[in-house]
């Protein structure tokens, strides 16, 4: 199948920075690629749907100014957490489609702010 | 807006034996697709199966099948023979068609296979 990489799978962050987060289809073209936070033991709750060079779509709820998505190019998704607080720390994934019914995952990346 | 329920939080079930979870959905739709997907420890999340709601055919993938039953709105999945590497969170998931690929997930079932 279809390989989504994720980069880093985890990082720790000082409160008040900036983290990150990679999506990348290695062997696909992506026309959409979607983010999930995933607290534990929990489902995951889906955050924006991006598509390549348009402005990603959001969920309600989710802030907009706080996670940053940009969509670049078709092989590329980033997610920018800025100022970072304890409260943002969780696992971030990414899954990417490329027209199909599937959605292909990243590996996930566990962000922790202290 | 669609939801999808899964009822049981944890299940456990003997190497070897059947093990059925169960998913319930709700939607206005008639045209759509339901997914299972595992997350193990490493929670990487894998596609157990798929079905196309316009199929009245169960879909089946090696050990793993689901009984769906449009009308009633439910897809449960069988895992027979378990084995120890199916440990794992399992979710349900729907998909309108032509919806762009978005998912919605149920809250997730947590499956231990006991030797």
């Known amino acids: 199948g279809a390989v989504v990489s994720q980069h880093p799978s985890w990082v720790i962050c000082k409160s008040g920075t900036s983290v990150k987060i990679e999506c990348r289809s290695l062997?696909?073209?992506?026309?959409?690629m979607f983010w999930y936070r995933q607290f534990p033991k929990q489902s995951l709750m889906l955050m924006a749907t991006s598509n390549e060079g348009s402005k990603a779509t959001y969920e309600q709820g989710v802030e907009k100014d706080k996670f940053l998505i940009n969509h670049a190019s078709l092989t590329l998704s980033t997610l920018t957490v800025t100022s970072a607080h304890p409260e943002d720390s969780s696992f971030y994934i990414c899954s990417a489609t490329q027209g199909g019914t599937e959605a292909f995952f990243g590996q996930g990346t566990r962000l922790t702010v202290v | 807006a669609q939801t999808v329920t899964q009822s049981q939080p944890e299940m456990s079930v003997q190497e070897a034996e059947t093990v059925t979870l169960s998913c319930t959905y709700d939607t206005s739709e008639s045209n759509y697709y339901l997914f299972w997907y595992k997350q193990p420890p490493s929670r990487q999340m894998i596609l157990v199966i798929r079905q196309e709601a316009y199929k009245q055919q169960n879909a089946t993938e090696n050990r793993f099948s689901v009984n769906f039953q449009k009308a009633a709105k439910s897809f449960s999945l069988k895992i027979s023979d378990s084995q120890l590497g199916d440990t794992a969170m399992y979710f349900c998931a729907f998909m309108y068609y032509n919806a762009g690929n978005m998912l919605t997930f149920g809250g997730g079932t947590r499956l231990m296979v006991k030797p």
């Open positions: 062997d696909f073209q992506a026309t959409t």
